[in-house]
């Protein structure tokens, strides 16, 4: 399957996998951000994405992005038809402040097969054995 992207600023970089099996592919930032304590910054890319009609992409951080630069990388949902560019929303939970240069691998997205379904509302649901037992149904 065909992942088309475009660099839509000047110095971004192609997204890469570093293992032929990996899940995701690692996204580069674009530029300088300096992230306060306890705040939240867009970090961009410079790259949007075209997927292939029955593909999503979910961007979430990289094992080492919490270890190794103390951010926390918020979970984002890229939609088929979103065509602007790819941020990584990165929270600061330190006491100091961190500063993301150019060409760091904070994120990586994940491509995702989406499922079309429809919707029929029922009285009853199909017995599952669970039922309605939520958090922490399978104890501790």
């Known amino acids: 399957m065909l992942m088309r992207y475009k660099k839509i600023k000047e110095g971004a970089t192609t997204p890469t996998r570093g293992h032929e099996d990996d899940a995701g592919w690692d996204l580069y930032t674009l530029g300088r951000v300096v992230i306060p304590p306890r705040s939240y910054k867009e970090i961009p890319t410079g790259i949007a994405v075209d997927f292939p009609i029955c ?23 890229i939609d088929t ?33 989406r499922i079309d379904l429809e919707w029929e509302e029922t009285h009853n649901l199909q017995d599952s054995g669970r039922g309605n037992h939520g958090f922490g149904s399978t104890g501790r």
């Not at 990584?88 to 939970?93: G, H, K, L, S, V």
Request: proline share 4%; no cysteine.
């Open 81 to 113: 038809g979103y065509k602007g560019e790819l941020y990584i929303r990165a929270y600061n939970p330190g006491i100091a402040e961190v500063i993301s240069d150019d060409g760091w691998r904070v994120a990586q997205m994940i491509p995702h097969l």
């Open 55 to 77: 593909v999503w992409g979910r961007i979430t951080g990289r094992s080492s992005t919490s270890r190794n630069l103390g951010l926390m990388v918020i979970e984002g949902i």
